[in-house]
């Protein structure tokens, strides 16, 4: 009877945060990130704007969350279920590319990239793989390297990731015409395949240690 109610709970938060989300991204795409507040969030998803602040900090969170829904989740499911002789970083460099450049819809894309305070809400993201691909990483060495060497590869992606984002968002060197607005540069998938490149060696090694202690 608890396990049930426990899940009955879980599905009630899960749809209250995802309520918050879509409802925070369409006032934003209505009325412009700038001009919503959370109460308006919180009254167009039927909560309380007290229980907007248990689940996000901000509105440029809620906005964000929207578009990027449990994409560390699907990274790390991804990671997990690639076949083991597959390269620990080609699994990873795959599932990320994968989710970091699904289409994009046109409108969410520029409402982010027309506003520092969603740019950067959106470069904070990539922190959240860290738990779920240390836990992915971990599955697929076995443990055999330890929890610590799972997660501090995981944070080094995470950061990697985030460093690629940052590239593909800066705002240009010079003002120009385009009144805040930071048009997207170069491909993202070769940036971010760029930035985990530098991490092969390490995954590498880690792969290695796995291969001789199994077999």
Not at 73 to 102: F, G, K, W
Not at 127 to 150: K, S
Not at 172 to 186: I, Y
Request: proline fraction near 6%; aromatic fraction near 4%.
């Amino acid at each position: 009877m608890t396990t049930r109610r426990t899940g009955l709970r879980e599905q009630k938060k899960q749809a209250t945060r995802v309520a918050l989300r879509e409802a925070a991204l369409r006032l934003a795409l209505q009325y412009g990130p700038e001009n919503v507040r959370v109460d308006d969030i919180a009254e167009a998803a039927g909560v309380s704007p007290r229980t907007y602040n248990n689940y996000f900090s901000s509105r440029e969170q809620a906005i964000v969350a929207a578009v990027t829904a449990e994409r560390e989740e699907r990274i790390a499911a991804a990671v997990a279920d690639r076949p083991a002789h597959d390269r620990l970083a080609d699994a990873l460099a795959d599932a990320i590319v994968e989710q970091y450049t699904e289409p994009d819809d046109h409108d969410v894309l520029l409402l982010i990239t027309e506003n520092p305070s969603l740019r950067d809400a959106f470069l904070d993201t990539a922190a959240t793989l860290e738990h779920p691909l240390a836990d992915a990483i971990a599955q697929r060495l076995g443990d055999t390297a330890g929890t610590l060497t799972a997660r501090v590869l995981a944070a080094t992606v995470a950061a990697a990731v985030r460093a690629a984002l940052h590239q593909w968002l800066q705002p240009p060197a010079a003002p120009c015409a385009t009144g805040g607005l930071v048009v997207p540069s170069g491909s993202l998938p070769d940036l971010l395949r760029s930035a985990l490149a530098a991490l092969a060696p390490a995954l590498d090694a880690a792969d290695k240690l796995q291969d001789v202690q199994t077999g």
